[in-house]
C-alpha cells in the first residue's frame, strides 16, 4: 500500500524527477516479450483465460489472435468495453462512457 510516508513532510524537498526516456524502437514491449514466450510453448499452452473485456482484456485477445493462441474471454457484462463503453439512456440516447479513464478524472 502507497500511502505516501516515503514523500517529504515539507512540500519545497519534493523536488521533480525526470521521466525516464523511452526505450527504443527495436526493443520489445513486456506484453510482446509474454506472447512470445507463449508462441515458444506452442501446443502445450491450452487457452488462456482473460478474465474480463474492458481494454486490457481486448487488447490481449487482439495480440493472442494474432499470435495464433487459443483464448477465452470472459465478461460479465452484455458488451464489451469495460468501464470505457457505449450505453443507450432511454431519454437521452447513446452515451459515451470512458472519457473519464483517459483525462484521470
Aim: hydrophobic share 40%.
Amino acid at each position: 500500500l502507497d500511502d505516501g510516508r516515503d514523500l517529504p513532510s515539507d512540500p519545497a524537498q519534493n523536488q521533480p524527477a525526470e521521466l525516464p526516456q523511452s526505450g527504443q524502437a527495436s526493443e520489445p514491449q513486456p506484453f510482446a516479450k509474454i506472447i512470445a514466450r507463449m508462441v515458444g510453448m506452442g501446443k502445450n499452452l491450452g487457452t488462456v483465460a482473460i478474465i474480463g473485456g474492458g481494454w486490457a482484456g481486448c487488447t490481449a485477445a487482439f495480440y493472442l489472435q494474432n499470435a495464433g493462441i487459443p483464448y477465452t474471454l470472459f465478461e460479465a457484462n452484455a458488451v464489451l468495453g469495460g468501464r470505457a463503453r457505449r450505453i443507450v439512456h432511454p431519454h437521452f440516447g447513446h452515451i459515451d462512457n470512458g472519457q473519464h479513464l483517459l483525462l484521470a478524472a
